[in-house]
C-alpha cells in the first residue's frame, strides 16, 4: 500500500476532524500531494493541495477558510485538518500524489490513490 488515508468518521455540523495520509517515502518525498473528495453522485472534488516542500498550498473555494492541508516530510505524512464543518463536506476523501513536485486541482495529474476514508456530518 502506497497511500493510507484514515481519520474519517461522524460529526456534527460546526465539528471539526483531521484526516491523515500516510505515504510511501519513494512516493513522498518528490511529489505534490492533494485531498479530493467525493460524495455520491457527484464528481469528485479537488480540496486541498500542497507542494513538495510544503512551502505552497491552494484550497478549493468550498473549504477556503474551514480547511488546512499541511505535510511533514520527516514522518511522510499529509493531514487535512477540517473545521466548520457542514452536511455538504459529507464525502469520501482521497489523498493523491500527483505525477510532479506541484499540486494541481485536475485529478488527471495525480498518479497515486489512496482508498479514501468517509466523512458524515449530521445537522
Known amino acids: 500500500v502506497q497511500l493510507q488515508a484514515s481519520g474519517g468518521g461522524l460529526v456534527q455540523a460546526g465539528g471539526s476532524l483531521r484526516l491523515s495520509c500516510a505515504a510511501s517515502r519513494r512516493i513522498f518525498g518528490n511529489n505534490g500531494m492533494a485531498w479530493f473528495r467525493q460524495a455520491p453522485g457527484k464528481e469528485r472534488e479537488f480540496v486541498a493541495g500542497?507542494?513538495?516542500?510544503?512551502?505552497?498550498?491552494t484550497y478549493g473555494d468550498s473549504v477556503k477558510g474551514r480547511f488546512t492541508i499541511a505535510r511533514d516530510r520527516a514522518k511522510d505524512m499529509v493531514y487535512l485538518q477540517m473545521s466548520s464543518l457542514n452536511p455538504a463536506d459529507a464525502a469520501i476523501y482521497y489523498c493523491?500524489?500527483?505525477?510532479?513536485?506541484?499540486?494541481?486541482?485536475?485529478?488527471?495529474?495525480?498518479?497515486?490513490w489512496g482508498q479514501g476514508t468517509q466523512v458524515t456530518v449530521s445537522s
Open positions: 500542497i507542494n513538495y516542500r510544503g512551502a505552497s498550498t
Open positions: 493523491a500524489a500527483s505525477r510532479t513536485p506541484y499540486m494541481s486541482r485536475d485529478y488527471s495529474d495525480y498518479l497515486y
